[in-house]
């Protein structure tokens, strides 16, 4: 039957012109090389040493490169031993001749044109057939290390994959680096990350890793329309999560852990009324909410804002960074606090801090501390967390969020202000985790800054849109890696991890699992910026660990209390309470041994199972 108008036949594809060409000189050796046999088939005067090799000791063979009539009498007769010897002995040298010419002109073409190579039997040893050449014509190698630091991918790098290599695929052969005519060999070559995307239009990067003991495989499909997201499938009943591999790949969400644990669920009802409650009132309200912010922040001066938010079971964390910073010197104009109840805003603007009150929209959430990451409270002051950054962002400013359990050993702001800093639209602190959950960036949501532009202003309106995720998810963190994801791929928004191994930006990862690096900054001989108290389970907790280490500057008195239960000074005077509530040295106490501490705490009992002693 003929193929369809306009189709190609599998063999008219097989062949280009210049292959054409190749099979025409293979045909000239084999024209040659056969009238070589063929003159000798027809025989000559004389025996040649092959042929007298050929019929040693047959009868009348002489020595003298001669033949007797006897001799000549073998060869011319028709079935005779010699003549059969004769002709394959032909036939062996005409074939060694055909393979050695038929070897020179593929090693020539191949100069030319990657087609796969001739072996001695004609057989292909290219790495990538033919069948694979519509998407991936060569690869090659570059060390993971050179790549990531000559494209700064903003993901967080894994420091312990020294030595190991990225592979690149070409799709066409234009992209092949320049004086690379075929990287198509068995031997994958090793460029710079320079050399081998010079010829690069574009790259599409796939970061990717074989998160716990699964047997991962990744599919590569050429020829097929572009996606930008990678689709996951999992052998798993497709009525019941988690791995197992009796039954076949089924779609599979990227928060479905092999054991079944679903990261990331579609919202309830409840979710989502819930937050169509909040939003709502925002929406109503959100004209004059943004008049009135842009007229507080014009009035505090500055370009950047630092913003905080807290409620007052946070209170005395606030209290503590205003008065360690206080300690060091630090102005604080740049700070704008979003506080979700008046008792909270009492306190900060006593403790002389510039706040943004609005009741309409912080109602509903509770004024009591959270009790663990992820409770009921904990996910109402999320609401507040994602607000108050989207209303500043969205009046053009660039912002420092920070959560309120930071202190600084430097201002940040000349961290980020800096000119010479590569210019992302968004830098955030290395949360540290590694989980599934938090691909690809591991951002931690308590401390990141904010250019304002069209792409971030975008990124925080979506993510205000998102509540119902965030109160399905327990967190912010969760919807705002995936928007970043998305935003990334989608609009270019350009963002930066502050790697946990820089000793700039530490936290809890750092606190709790790298004692040699809490050990610098307890003999303040570390170039930490900030210290953000992190991957600590509740309010308590934190207080203790500031302790320890000599960071808390808050008096008892102060501690969970109202301005009015502090000082006789009228309510709303600015600055009242810094003198009664804040120790120019820090107060120092040891509660657990087996946590960073400035001084020695041996006696002290251990909080983490088997602890061992940080000093």
Same mark, same amino acid.
């Given at each position: 039957?003929?193929?369809?108008?306009?189709?190609?036949?599998?063999?008219?594809?097989?062949?280009?012109?210049?292959?054409?060409?190749?099979?025409?000189?293979?045909?000239?050796?084999?024209?040659?090389?056969?009238?070589?046999?063929?003159?000798?088939?027809?025989?000559?005067?004389?025996?040649?040493?092959?042929?007298?090799?050929?019929?040693?000791?047959?009868?009348?063979?002489?020595?003298?490169?001669?033949?007797?009539?006897?001799?000549?009498?073998?060869?011319?007769?028709?079935?005779?031993?010699?003549?059969?010897?004769?002709?394959?002995?032909?036939?062996?040298?005409?074939?060694?001749?055909?393979?050695?010419?038929?070897?020179?002109?593929?090693?020539?073409?191949?100069?030319?044109?990657?087609?796969?190579?001739?072996?001695?039997?004609?057989?292909?040893?290219?790495?990538?057939?033919?069948?694979?050449?519509?998407?991936?014509?060569?690869?090659?190698?570059?060390?993971?290390?050179?790549?990531?630091?000559?494209?700064?991918?903003?993901?967080?790098?894994?420091?312990?994959?020294?030595?190991?290599?990225?592979?690149?695929?070409?799709?066409?052969?234009?992209?092949?680096?320049?004086?690379? *005519?075929?990287? !198509? /060999?068995?031997?994958?070559?090793? &460029? +710079?990350?320079?050399?081998? %995307?010079? =010829?690069?239009?574009?790259?599409?990067?796939?970061?990717?890793?074989?998160?716990?003991?699964?047997?991962?495989?990744?599919?590569?499909?050429?020829?097929?329309?572009?996606?930008?997201?990678?689709?996951?499938?999992?052998?798993?009943?497709?009525?019941? *999560?988690?791995? !197992? /591999?009796?039954?076949?790949?089924? &779609? +599979?969400?990227?928060?479905? %852990?092999? =054991?079944?644990?679903?990261?990331?669920?579609?919202?309830?009802?409840?979710?989502?009324?819930?937050?169509?409650?909040?939003?709502?009132?925002?929406?109503?309200?959100?004209?004059?909410?943004?008049?009135?912010?842009?007229?507080?922040?014009?009035?505090?001066?500055?370009?950047?804002?630092?913003?905080?938010?807290?409620?007052?079971?946070?209170?005395?964390?606030?209290?503590?960074?205003?008065?360690?910073?206080?300690?060091?010197?630090?102005?604080?104009?740049?700070?704008?606090?979003?506080?979700?109840?008046?008792?909270?805003?009492?306190?900060?603007?006593?403790?002389?801090?510039?706040?943004?009150?609005?009741?309409?929209?912080?109602?509903?959430?509770?004024?009591?501390?959270?009790?663990?990451?992820?409770?009921?409270?904990?996910?109402?002051?999320?609401?507040?967390?994602?607000?108050?950054?989207?209303?500043?962002?969205?009046?053009?400013?660039?912002?420092?969020?920070?959560?309120?359990?930071?202190?600084?050993?430097?201002?940040?702001?000349?961290?980020?202000?800096?000119?010479?800093?590569?210019?992302?639209?968004?830098?955030?602190?290395?949360?540290?985790?590694?989980?599934?959950?938090?691909?690809?960036?591991?951002?931690?949501?308590?401390?990141?800054?904010?250019?304002?532009?069209?792409?971030?202003?975008?990124?925080?309106?979506?993510?205000?849109?998102?509540?119902?995720?965030?109160?399905?998810?327990?967190?912010?963190?969760?919807?705002?890696?995936?928007?970043?994801?998305?935003?990334?791929?989608?609009?270019?928004?350009?963002?930066?991890?502050?790697?946990?191994?820089?000793?700039?930006?530490?936290?809890?990862?750092?606190?709790?699992?790298?004692?040699?690096?809490?050990?610098?900054?307890?003999?303040?001989?570390?170039?930490?910026?900030?210290?953000?108290?992190?991957?600590?389970?509740?309010?308590?907790?934190?207080?203790?660990?500031?302790?320890?280490?000599?960071?808390?500057?808050?008096?008892?008195?102060?501690?969970?209390?109202?301005?009015?239960?502090?000082?006789?000074?009228?309510?709303?005077?600015?600055?009242?309470?810094?003198?009664?509530?804040?120790?120019?040295?820090?107060?120092?106490?040891?509660?657990?041994?087996?946590?960073?501490?400035?001084?020695?705490?041996?006696?002290?009992?251990?909080?983490?199972?088997?602890?061992?002693?940080?000093?």
């Amino acid at each position: 039957m003929a193929p369809p108008l306009g189709a190609t036949t599998k063999s008219a594809r097989r062949f280009n012109p210049s292959t054409l060409v190749f099979i025409g000189a293979c045909s000239s050796i084999l024209s040659f090389y056969g009238g070589v046999y063929t003159g000798i088939k027809v025989g000559s005067a004389q025996c040649s040493d092959s042929v007298e090799a050929a019929g040693r000791g047959l009868k009348g063979v002489k020595s003298d490169r001669g033949c007797t009539p006897e001799c000549l009498a073998e060869i011319r007769s028709k079935d005779g031993d010699l003549q059969r010897n004769v002709e394959a002995l032909a036939r062996e040298k005409v074939n060694e001749g055909i393979m050695n010419k038929l070897d020179e002109l593929c090693k020539a073409h191949l100069s030319k044109e990657t087609i796969p190579k001739c072996d001695s039997n004609n057989e292909e040893t290219t790495l990538l057939p033919r069948s694979l050449t519509h998407f991936a014509t060569g690869l090659v190698r570059v060390a993971k290390d050179d790549l990531m630091s000559t494209i700064d991918f903003g993901v967080p790098p894994n420091p312990d994959t020294k030595g190991l290599d990225a592979l690149i695929v070409y799709n066409v052969k234009d992209a092949l680096p320049s004086g690379i *005519s075929n990287a !198509n /060999s068995p031997e994958i070559p090793l &460029l +710079t990350a320079t050399n081998a %995307t010079e =010829n690069c239009d574009t790259l599409n990067v796939v970061l990717t890793n074989n998160p716990g003991p699964t047997r991962q495989c990744l599919a590569l499909v050429g020829s097929q329309y572009q996606s930008y997201h990678v689709q996951r499938y999992m052998r798993r009943d497709k009525h019941h *999560s988690g791995l !197992n /591999s009796k039954f076949p790949l089924e &779609l +599979t969400s990227r928060g479905l %852990t092999r =054991n079944g644990k679903v990261e990331f669920p579609p919202p309830s009802p409840t979710d989502v009324l819930d937050h169509q409650e909040s939003l709502r009132t925002y929406l109503n309200n959100a004209d004059g909410i943004r008049k009135k912010l842009k007229e507080t922040i014009d009035g505090m001066g500055v370009k950047t804002v630092v913003v905080l938010t807290c409620n007052h079971g946070q209170s005395e964390l606030l209290m503590n960074f205003v008065c360690s910073s206080r300690s060091r010197g630090f102005d604080l104009k740049n700070v704008l606090v979003f506080p979700t109840d008046i008792e909270t805003k009492e306190l900060a603007e006593g403790m002389g801090l510039t706040t943004f009150y609005e009741e309409t929209i912080m109602a509903s959430i509770p004024k009591g501390e959270a009790k663990f990451y992820g409770d009921i409270i904990f996910r109402k002051v999320m609401f507040a967390k994602v607000l108050c950054v989207q209303l500043v962002n969205e009046l053009s400013h660039d912002l420092l969020f920070m959560d309120v359990d930071i202190v600084w050993y430097k201002d940040p702001l000349l961290y980020f202000e800096n000119k010479t800093l590569p210019d992302f639209d968004i830098y955030f602190q290395d949360d540290g985790s590694r989980q599934e959950r938090y691909a690809p960036y591991s951002a931690n949501s308590g401390f990141y800054y904010v250019r304002q532009n069209e792409r971030t202003k975008h990124l925080f309106r979506h993510l205000l849109y998102s509540g119902d995720l965030i109160n399905a998810w327990y967190s912010h963190q969760q919807v705002l890696i995936a928007l970043l994801a998305e935003y990334n791929s989608l609009l270019g928004l350009s963002v930066k991890i502050l790697a946990k191994e820089m000793e700039e930006f530490p936290g809890g990862v750092q606190y709790h699992r790298k004692n040699e690096a809490m050990k610098k900054i307890m003999r303040r001989d570390s170039n930490a910026i900030i210290f953000h108290m992190s991957w600590t389970t509740n309010k308590d907790n934190k207080l203790k660990f500031f302790q320890q280490m000599g960071e808390w500057h808050v008096q008892d008195k102060c501690i969970g209390k109202r301005f009015d239960e502090i000082t006789n000074e009228p309510v709303g005077t600015k600055g009242a309470l810094i003198q009664p509530c804040c120790s120019a040295e820090p107060i120092i106490k040891c509660h657990y041994k087996d946590k960073p501490s400035i001084i020695p705490c041996k006696d002290s009992p251990s909080i983490d199972r088997n602890g061992e002693s940080f000093w």
